[in-house]
Nanobody, 114 residues
Framework: QVRLVESGGGLVQAGGSLRLSCAASGIFFTARTMAWYRQAPGKQRESVADISSRGITNYADSVKGRFTIARDNAKNTLYLQMNSLKPEDTAVYYC????????WGQGTQVTVSS
């Protein structure tokens, strides 16, 4: 059974930091490109950052230089370090493969106050 469980979200002031985690089970994690996505109210879900099985990373322009994606293959866990957060980063954050292959988890809410 595939499970993607996101955690680490919360309420933070603009300029603050958060670290998100995604525990994956039931997938061949090591071989997959993994990604963080987010969905803000009234907007479509968008890809924020992704990391290949070899550790090559890509970022959306809106988060480049502020967010860092990482993976721990021994723990089947994906991370997203978010620094210099802005109110426009407010969204529910999800992890999945890229392209998406599995059902979405519950996500973790990130709220950035101005």
């Amino acid at each position: 059974q595939v499970r993607l469980v996101e955690s680490g979200g919360g309420l933070v002031q603009a300029g603050g930091s958060l670290r998100l985690s995604c525990a994956a089970s039931g997938i061949f994690f090591t071989a997959r490109t993994m990604a963080w996505y987010r969905q803000a109210p009234g907007k479509q879900r968008e890809s924020v950052a992704d990391i290949s099985s070899r550790g090559i990373t890509n970022y959306a322009d809106s988060v480049k230089g502020r967010f860092t994606i990482a993976r721990d293959n021994a723990k089947n866990t994906l991370y997203l370090q978010m620094n210099s957060l802005k109110p426009e980063d407010t969204a529910v954050y999800y992890c999945n493969t890229k392209p998406t292959l599995y059902s979405w988890g519950q996500g973790t809410q990130v709220t950035v106050s101005s």
